[in-house]
């Protein structure tokens, strides 16, 4: 299956392409990718605000101060529950639906919250940060399927990139949060209490939209789907639209049931994961997650002892990350998912080539080290300037998109899988190698 073969009204949009409609066009379909988009920050906001945590939690916790494993166990046990919460995901997606799904994270996502900002010990906090991660894991296969079966053909990409902004979004205003709590009594149990917020924000939303028109169609609820569908397109193309729905239903029916082995005996289906899930894992293995969880302590490596100096520069690097994920929303449509993922992991391989050039020339004191901490600033800006726009928005939008209807929960929730495997490897291992 390729992209040019999933459903979409490309044949009305060449009758009608002053019909189109733009990626800002229509208030419905943005309001819902917005509210949609706020499990992608839950996602950016856990990501950035452990970074700043993991610097008071270690003054507060002896043990932790000790301990590089404990220090990365609390970083990479929400990764664990991301990936119970992603595997279990695409069949909850599938069968109660992508609304009720994303109700369930935000409800087991405020709780750990609350867990977490509540921990007495550095091990009930471990508990707090597998139950986001539950969440975390949930919301990420949730968004952007709901997303994309609720979008326009048109601008399908860049609405899904919209939840990738969300989750840099979600990073920029977790530095922010963690400035503005370095000096409050309780630094680091507001930083991360403050994070079942959106959660409940986003819980109180979705109770308010719909569900995704495509699962309604596919659960003989065709009135409903109707219903969603005519809040976005005008009566002429809704026709059109629906009648997609009903070819697409008609070919799942035809098909037996849906089973995992499936991914991997039918060549189409095994090839459109390797494409997937494989861009997930190399997303993580280019390092993206270890920049943001531990970028504070990246910051501090290069010769910046000052906590608040290093949140300082780490909230500027998650500002250039939003910024060109913004840029990427543009790119997808426009520039294509191929060569914009090698445009940018051509200029990933050079600013960590760079940053870690740096290092190197800085651990045998060859050179100033005080140049040497802004040269590594430096690759860190331009790694993140050249990730956010391509490698960012990319594997998320091909996996929400690449799969045929009938298995892309049961896919999405696998690529995700892969995505926090491979996240979960990285951070558990990062400061142990450094």
Request: aromatic letters at 10%.
């Amino acid at each position: 299956m390729t992209l040019d073969s999933i459903p979409g009204s490309s044949g009305y949009l060449e009758a009608f392409p002053e019909r189109r409609i733009s990626l800002f066009g229509n208030r419905y379909i943005l309001g819902l990718t917005m509210a949609a988009g706020i499990g992608g920050l839950l996602f950016g906001y856990d990501t950035g605000v452990i970074s700043g945590a993991l610097l008071y939690i270690k003054d507060d916790f002896e043990a932790v101060r000790r301990s590089s494993f404990l220090q990365e166990t609390i970083v990479s046990m929400a990764l664990v529950g991301a990936m119970m919460g992603s595997a279990a995901a695409g069949w909850i997606n599938d069968t109660y639906g992508r609304k009720k799904a994303t109700l369930l994270a935000d409800a087991v996502f405020a709780i750990g919250a609350v867990v977490m900002a509540a921990a007495p010990d550095p091990y009930i906090l471990i508990v707090g940060r597998l139950l986001v991660g539950l969440g975390v894991g949930l919301a990420s296969v949730c968004a952007p399927v709901y997303i994309a079966e609720a979008s326009p053909t048109e601008v399908r990409g860049g609405l899904v990139s919209a939840n990738v902004l969300m989750i840099t979004f979600g990073q920029f205003v977790s530095y922010c949060v963690n400035l503005a709590f370095t000096e409050v009594p309780g630094t680091w149990r507001w930083m991360l209490g403050v994070s079942g917020v959106p959660a409940v924000l986003q819980f109180c939303f979705m109770l308010c939209l719909p569900e995704s028109p495509r699962w309604l169609y596919l659960k003989k609820e065709r009135a409903k789907a109707a219903e969603v569908l005519s809040n976005i397109y005008d009566p002429f193309r809704l026709e059109d639209e629906l009648d997609l729905l009903a070819a697409a239903a008609e070919e799942e029916r035809k098909k037996r049931a849906v089973h995992i082995s499936d991914v991997f005996r039918r060549k189409e289906l095994r090839l459109a994961f390797i494409a997937g899930g494989g861009l997930l894992a190399f997303q993580q293995l280019s390092g993206i997650n270890t920049v943001m969880y531990y970028s504070p302590t990246i910051v501090q490596m290069a010769g910046f002892s000052s906590n608040q100096l290093a949140l300082l520069i780490s909230l500027v690097v998650a500002g250039m990350n939003a910024a060109g994920t913004v840029l990427g929303i543009y790119l997808i449509d426009h520039m294509g998912r191929r060569s914009l993922a090698l445009a940018s992991l051509s200029g990933v391989f050079v600013s960590l080539i760079m940053l870690s050039i740096s290092f190197m020339l800085g651990s045998s004191g060859t050179s100033s080290s005080s140049a040497l901490s802004w040269v590594a600033v430096a690759g860190l800006a331009l790694y993140i300037a050249c990730f956010a726009p391509g490698m960012g928005p990319v594997p998320w939008a091909i996996n929400s998109e690449i799969y045929p209807q009938a298995y892309r929960g049961l896919c999405g929730g696998m690529g995700a899988t892969v995505c926090w495997i491979m996240n979960l490897i990285v951070s558990e291992s990062f400061l142990s190698i450094a």
